[in-house]
């Protein structure tokens, strides 16, 4: 029996049992930062920057203000190397492309868009599209009876979103199909268009996710794409028609281990899709490459860029056979 002097009364565990119910969220909190230690974000070195990152103080102090923690950067010499320190679990948080992001999901089903950034105009990624001039090509079913050209096979708008697009439509075409002409560059393969050689090119556009309602902030597009740099090479703009689309290719995201405590989540989302209006200067260092700031991500949005993962994964066994 407990002593009468240690029991606690009725009344007092309820109010016992309320306090600790309120001081719980709190206590989860703290729990996860403890857990971490350091918070590591991981990104890939820019070609000839080494291991150095632009604004590295700037950048540490920002990310360690909005999660409440030591934060640290992680530079990776590639992708590759990006992956696995993720899905090791020796980085929380990784900066991706599209498809590096997709083979992260492959690799290990641990990793999860927070968000991603978009164009001042509103785009949010590309799409691949095929290209014709005076109607040449009537339609995709007659792909075969005519002489197309493609960027290299390891171009991703040119040849390899192509191929994943046409497959999620139910077109299946093999790399070598004889009737597909692979220039040695993005460039060459417009100037068969160009010059006659070809009666339809695969290119790309940026394009806005169809679910995304534009914004007063959103800018005009600027020229840009496949059927501008045709134009420039001497084409009519009426000349061009447009024959077929691809599925839309989201920029690259920013992601996290799926594991990451959701408090945590959120402080990142929050930080991120404010970001460009309350620190521009701190936005241009997280993201130079699109200035229109950035937007939440979904895994699903990701859907083409883990159609072209298999794509080439698929390749890669055919190859090795």
């Keep these: 029996m407990i002593p009468a002097d240690l029991a606690i009364r009725p009344g007092w565990k309820v109010l016992a049992a309320a306090v600790t119910l309120l001081a719980l969220p709190h206590a989860a909190h703290a729990d996860w930062r403890d857990q971490i230690g350091t918070f590591r974000i991981g990104i890939v070195a820019e070609p000839g920057a080494g291991n150095t990152v632009p604004g590295l103080a700037l950048l540490t102090d920002a990310y360690g203000k909005a999660l409440g923690m030591k934060v640290e950067f992680v530079v990776a010499h590639?992708?590759?190397?990006?992956?696995?320190?993720?899905?090791?679990?020796?980085?929380?948080?990784?900066?991706?492309?599209?498809?590096?992001?997709a083979t992260a999901s492959e690799r290990c089903g641990c990793v999860e868009p927070l968000v991603a950034p978009i164009d001042a105009d509103g785009a949010t990624g590309i799409r691949s599209v095929l290209l014709t001039r005076d109607g040449?090509?009537?339609?995709?079913?007659?792909?075969?009876?005519?002489?197309?050209?493609?960027?290299?096979?390891?171009?991703?708008?040119?040849?390899?979103?192509?191929?994943?697009?046409?497959?999620?439509d139910g077109i299946k075409i093999a790399e070598d199909a004889p009737f597909l002409a692979h220039a040695g560059s993005a460039t060459a393969a417009e100037a068969m268009l160009v010059n006659g050689q070809a009666d339809a090119v695969f290119g790309w556009e940026r394009a806005a996710a169809e679910n995304r309602t534009p914004i007063a902030g959103d800018q005009p597009a600027d020229p840009d794409g496949t059927a501008a740099r045709l134009e420039a090479a001497g084409i009519p703009k009426a000349a061009l028609q447009i024959v077929w689309t691809s599925g839309l290719l989201p920029y690259g995201p920013h992601a996290v281990r799926s594991d990451l405590d959701p408090e945590a989540k959120r402080r990142l989302t929050v930080f991120l899709t404010n970001l460009r209006s309350q620190s521009p200067d701190i936005y241009d260092l997280v993201e130079s490459k699109h200035s229109g700031g950035f937007i939440?991500?979904?895994?699903?949005?990701?859907?083409?860029?883990?159609?072209?993962?298999?794509?080439?994964?698929?390749?890669?066994?055919?190859?090795?056979?």
């Excluded at 992708?79 to 590096?100: H, P």
């Excluded at 979904?298 to 159609?307: E, N, Q, R, V």
């Design 136 to 168: 040449k090509l009537p339609d995709v079913a007659v792909l075969q009876n005519h002489r197309i050209a493609m960027a290299p096979a390891d171009n991703v708008g040119g040849s390899l979103l192509p191929l994943a697009g046409l497959a999620a």
């Design 78 to 101: 590639n992708y590759a190397a990006l992956i696995e320190a993720q899905a090791d679990g020796r980085i929380q948080y990784a900066v991706y492309s599209a498809t590096a992001y």
């Design 296 to 321: 939440s991500a979904a895994a699903g949005d990701y859907a083409m860029a883990a159609s072209i993962v298999r794509l080439v994964s698929a390749g890669s066994d055919s190859d090795a056979q």
